[in-house]
């Protein structure tokens, strides 16, 4: 077993920082390592919060902490900021926003970046969700910034999606956005104290009716995080859809088709990986006005032929 592994069975935090900064590097000992990660994998629950800035959802998740923890149970938190490649960015204002919990044993934080492309964050993020499982974690909360391509990429990572929305934002445009309707599993309306609360409500629950595949009933949550208001209400839907994928024949073919995607990624991954490093030799008597077609058919070819293919 992987020693990084080996240790976080031994409760080592550092071990379980160390493992999920080998992600970040896309160190070439990643695979074998998650591998005995998946292996040690404890079933935690995998909670995604997302939305537009400012919408309270690190506020939200300060909250949710609270109340996971009352419940006796530890929890995760990996923030993701797509936005900013610097890891420690989207850290620091959740320091403010999460402060009472940095000194509880059975709560940490981490935020991630990659130096790779936003698909290889999406990438990472998985993986280190699974770190966190595997080290022993009840729950695992991921919290990223906004409802872009990338972020549909990491929220496809959890078992269910919150999608936190503000009254009077506009920003329940967004959800018409394709994929958007597919990845939330629940509507949060955050800052349920301001004006304009029944609107939002009315629209989300029209969308819901318009969109609905199965008895499944995406449920809308109103939360006052401020006044800590909706938090148990919201901790009871999040299990309830849990139930509803580990527990019925519906969620399973969802867990399935979910696994099913997630092989072909890995696949695609590990592919280019192979052909990148044959493709950039080849590459090198490209010029600027060639035939990128048949360029990349050549080298293809050559691949085959050279047997890599
Ligand atoms: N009135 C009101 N304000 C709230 C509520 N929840 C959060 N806020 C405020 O909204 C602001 C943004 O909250 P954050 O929790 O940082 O929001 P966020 O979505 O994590 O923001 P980013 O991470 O920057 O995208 C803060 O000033 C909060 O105090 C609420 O229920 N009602
Ligand atoms: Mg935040």
Known sequence: MHHLVERMKQSDIRALARAITMLENDHPEKLDMLSDVFASKKHARYVGITGSPGAGKSSLVNRLISHIRHEGKTVAIIAVDPTSPFSGGALLGDRVRMNEHFTDDGVYIRSMATRGSLGGLARATKDAVRICDAYGFDVVIVETVGVGQSELDIMKIVDTTALVLTPNSGDVLQIFKAGIMEIADLFVINKADLDGVGKLKGLLKELVMMT???????????????????????????NAHH?????????QSRRKRQQTLEVYELIREEIWREVKAFAENKAVDINADDDPYRRAQEILNDWKQEGGG
């Open 243 to 251: 139930e509803y994928l580990y527990g019925t024949e519906a969620g």
């Open 212 to 238: 609905s595949r199965d008895e499944q009933i995406t449920p809308i949550i109103k939360t006052i995080t401020t006044e800590n208001k909706g938090i148990d209400k919201l901790w009871e839907k999040i």
